[in-house]
Every structure is written in structure tokens, then in C-alpha cells.
């Protein structure tokens, strides 16, 4: 079982794109709004073929623990050891 975590960084656009004309790519302005941070939990188990992302809005030990809990109690309920890379 592999976990990893990140945290990107949420922007909203403040104006509108302009409309490409044929042949031109899209005009998109470069300034941004900052939106907040999420945190994104990465969770693998490359040998069956499975994974799974779960967002947080912050980032704790106790959305780490959560992150925990849900493997041991819902993924991986009926295992007896769960070796954690």
C-alpha cells in the first residue's frame, strides 16, 4: 500500500477569456484570485490495481489519521497487516 500527499494551491479567474478567432489560440489573461489550498491524499496499491484520491481542505495529522482510518477500516477491513510505503 502506497500514500502520498500534496498541496496545490486553488485560483479562480478574475476576467474573462476573449474568444479565439479561427486559426488563433484562446486569449487567457494571466492574473488570478487566490482560492485557498487543498490537499490531495494519493492512495496506491500498485499489486491489485487499485487507487484512489481523497481531497481535504486543510492539512493536519488528524486528515492524515482520517486518511489512516479509512484504509484500515473500509478498504482494507478484512486484512490482517497492512504494510504502508
Known sequence: MCLDE????LVKETRLSL???PG?????DYEYERAGVATL????????????V???ESKT????AHCLK???????????KIVLV
Do not use: N, S
Open 6 to 9: 500534496t498541496t496545490k494551491q
Open 19 to 21: 474568444a479565439a478567432k
Open 24 to 28: 488563433h489560440p484562446q486569449y487567457i
Open 41 to 52: 491524499f494519493m492512495l496506491c496499491a500498485p499489486l491489485l490495481g487499485w487507487r484512489e
Open 54 to 56: 481523497r481531497v481535504t
Open 61 to 64: 495529522g488528524i486528515d492524515y
Open 70 to 80: 479509512y484504509l484500515a477500516e473500509t478498504v482494507f477491513a478484512q486484512a490482517d
